[in-house]
C-alpha cells in the first residue's frame, strides 16, 4: 500500500495537492464555528446517583443547588442602605426575567436570610438556577452575565458559581490558547528550520500540521452536534497537532534526505522512505491513536472530548504525512535545500562517521557500564516518585481560575463570608412514593446526626442533632414534596472534596430511608464521590486496553516478548515520576516563581494524571517505535544486537529529542494558561515528553537492551510463526545506484 501510495505522489502529485487543498478548505470550512459549540465541564458521570437525583429535583421539584451566584458589595455603607438595597432588588427582578432562568432568590426578596448576608454587612448574594444542560447553561450565562455585572450607584456586582465559572474558564482557555500560540509558533518556525535544515524543508511539517489541527477541529465540531465536547479539547488539538506533523515529517524527510545522499533517484528515496519511514509512521500512529482512544471508556466527557481531539489528530496527521508530504516532496525534489542557511558551513565540514556521532557515543558508553547508569538513573527517578504516593485529588472549581477572575474572587467570597453556602450542602431525593409525615420526620432525624450535617429541612420541619428545631415553613409541603416523593435539603459544613466530605456522603447513603422508598443523594459532595468511583471503575479497562494492545502492537513491530514489556515498564516509571513532579508544585505549591501564580488547595484535579497518562503513553509509544524501527531494521542486516542498538540510536537520537523539543515547546507554552489543569497538563507533559527523549531513550533503553542481550528479540515458538504471518517486517532497502549523473552537492540531513 504504501509502495502505491509513493508511486501515486511521484506520478500524481499535482493531482493529488489538488485534491488535498480542496479538501482542506472543505474542513476548515467545517471547522470554523468549533469554540461556538464546545462547552466546559463534563466533570460528572450524568448516570451517577447525584446526577440522576439533579435531574429530579429539577423536573419534578423546580429546585437544585444554584448555579449562578451574583456578589454585590456597596463601595461605601452596608448591604441595608436604601441605595445598595434598591439595586440589589433590581438586580433580583432583572435575573428573574431573563429567558433561561429557572428561579432566583436573593437577600432583598422576601426574608433577609442571614445566610446570603456577609457576617460585616459589607457584601451579600443573589442566587439563580439555569435550566437545562451544561452547554444550555452556559450559553445562558454568557448572554445574561454582562448585563448584570459591573459598577450600579455605587455598587459592585461580579459573577460566579459554577455554570459562570465553567463559561469564564472557556473562554480564558481560548484567549490562553491563542497567545500561547502567539508565543510558540514562531519561536517554532525558526526552530524548525535549524532542525530540518532549510527553509523550504521546514514549511513541509507546517503543510501536515494544518491538516492535522484544522480536520481534527472539524472532527470536533461535527461530533458537538450529537454529544457535548470539551472546549478543553483544543488545547491538545493544536500542541499534538504540531507535534506528531513534526514527528512524521522529520522522521519521513530525514529518511528520504539519507537515501537521496545515498545517491537514489527521486522516486526510488521516496519508494524507500515509504515503505520504512512511512510504515513506521503507520504503525506509530497506531499506538499513540489506541492510547487516546482508551479515554472513551470514561463516563465523563471531559475526558472523552480529549479522545475524540487526539483520534482526529492521529487520523489526519497521518494522512498529511503518507498522502500530501510524498506528494509535496516529489514536487520539490531537489529544492528542499533551498533556503538552507548552514549549506556552506556543512561543505567546510568533514562528514561525521556514524560510528563518531554523539548519539553512537552515548549508547556504546551506556553499554559498557549498564549496571552503574541504571542505578544512578532510577535512583534519581525514585527521587521524583516519592511525592506521588502522597498525592490528594479533587475536582476543579473557582480554584482552578487565576486568582482576579469573577468566579474565583466569588467563590473565595463564598468561602470567607458565606461558609453555610460554600460547600453547597447535600440534596437528598426520596423517590418511589410520597411517606407519611412520621417516616419522613424520622428520616430527617437520623440524616441531621450525621457528622457534618447543620440541619436539615424539609417538608414536616427542620431538624439538627437529631431532633426537630423549627416547624415547617409557609409553603414546604407543596416545595419539598409530589405524589411520586419527597426530598431534602441539607447544609454542611464539610469541604465537599475531602474525605470528610466522603465519609459524610457514604453515612448519609448508608441510613435506610423510608419504606417504599429509594434515596438518592446529590450536592458537590456526592458528585465528587460519584466522579471518583466512577474513574476508578474505568480506570482498570482503559489500562488494560493500553497495555494489552500496546504489547500486542508492539510484539507485531520487533517479534520480541521482552522489549514490548520493557518499554511499558520504562514509560510506566517515566510517567509515575511526572506525576510525582506534578504533586510537589502543584498540589505543595512549591515553584510557583516558575510556572506561574496558582492557588494551592492541596489537591490536583483527579482528571488530569488520567488524561496525562493516556496522552504521555501514546507519545512515548510514539518514540519508541521510531528507535526500534531502525534498532530492527539493523538488527535483522548484522544480527548484532549491541551494534543495532548503537546504530538505532545514532540514527534516531537527533530526531527523536528535536522532535520532542519542539513538541514540549508547544505544552510549555500552555503554563501560562489562567487554568490550574491546564497548567498541569503544559508541564506534565512537557517534562515526560523531554525525559522520555533523553533519560529513557538515551540511558535506559541502551542499558536494558545491553544487558538483555540477544534476549530481546526471543518469543517462543508459537508466538514466533505469529510474528512470521501477521508480523511488521522490516525491508531492506536495495542497494544504492553505482554513479549518478546528478552533479547537484548531495541533500543534507536533518541539522544536527
Known sequence: MLSRLASLAVHRRRLVLILSTVGFILITAVSGPVMNVLSAGGYTDPDAESSVASDILEDRFDTGEPDFILLVTPRQGTVDDPETARVGRELTEELRDQDGVASVTSYWSGRR???????????????????????????????????????????????????????????????????????AVPITLVLLVLVFGSGMAALLPLAVAGVSIVGSLALLTVIAQFAPV??????????????????????????????????????????ISMTTAGRTVLFSSLTVLL???????????????????????????????????PALLALIGDRIDKFDLGAALRRRRKPEATEDGFWHRLATGVMRRPWPVLTVVLLALAVLVAPFTQASYGLPDDRSMAKDADAAVVGQALREDFPSLAGAGLDIVLDGRLPDDRALSGYAQRVSRVAGIERVDTATGSFAEGRQVAPPVPGAEKAFTDGKGAWMSA???????????????????GISPPS???????????????????LLAALPYALLIIGVLTFVLLFLFTGSVLIPVKAIVLNLLSLTATFGAMVFVFQNGHLRWLVGDFTVTGQIDVTTPILMFCIIFGLSMDYEVFLLSRIREEYDRTGDNTLAVAHGLESTGRLITAAAGLLALFFIALISAGFTPVKILGLGTALAILMDAAVIRGLLVPAF????????????????????????????????????????????????
Do not use: C
Open 113 to 183: 436570610s442571614a445566610d446570603l448576608r456577609a457576617e460585616d454587612r459589607k457584601a451579600a448574594l443573589v442566587l439563580a438556577r439555569l435550566s437545562g444542560d451544561d452547554t444550555r447553561a452556559e450559553k445562558t450565562a454568557k448572554k445574561i452575565a454582562p448585563k448584570l455585572t459591573g459598577e450600579r450607584d455605587g455598587v459592585r456586582v461580579v459573577s460566579g458559581g459554577s455554570t459562570e465559572a465553567n463559561r469564564q474558564a472557556s473562554e480564558r482557555v481560548e484567549k490562553d490558547l491563542l497567545r500561547a500560540e502567539g508565543v
Open 230 to 271: 470539551s472546549v478543553f479539547a483544543t488545547n491538545l488539538t493544536t500542541a499534538l497537532g504540531l507535534g506528531l506533523a513534526i514527528d512524521y515529517s522529520l522522521f519521513i524527510v530525514s529518511r528520504y534526505r539519507e537515501e537521496r545522499g545515498k545517491g537514489r533517484d527521486n522516486a526510488t528515496a521516496l519508494r
Open 291 to 325: 492510547s487516546l482512544a482508551a479515554l472513551l471508556v470514561f463516563p465523563l466527557y471531559y475526558l472523552t472530548s480529549f479522545a475524540y481531539a487526539g483520534i482526529g489528530v492521529v487520523l489526519f496527521a497521518v494522512l498529511g504525512a503518507l498522502v500530501v508530504l
Open 491 to 509: 447544609k454542611t459544613e464539610t469541604e465537599p472534596y475531602s474525605e470528610a466530605g466522603e465519609k459524610m456522603v457514604a453515612d448519609v447513603r
Open 516 to 534: 417504599g422508598t429509594d434515596a438518592k443523594v446529590a450536592g458537590l459532595a456526592a458528585g465528587y464521590v460519584d466522579t471518583m468511583d466512577a
Open 705 to 752: 537492551m545491553r544487558l538483555a542481550g540477544r534476549a530481546n528479540w526471543w518469543a517462543p515458538a508459537p508466538l514466533r510463526t505469529v510474528y512470521r504471518k501477521f508480523g511488521f517486517h522490516h525491508e531492506a532497502p536495495p542497494e544504492p545506484a553505482t554513479a549518478q549523473a546528478d552533479a547537484r552537492e548531495p541533500a543534507q540531513p536533518a541539522a544536527r
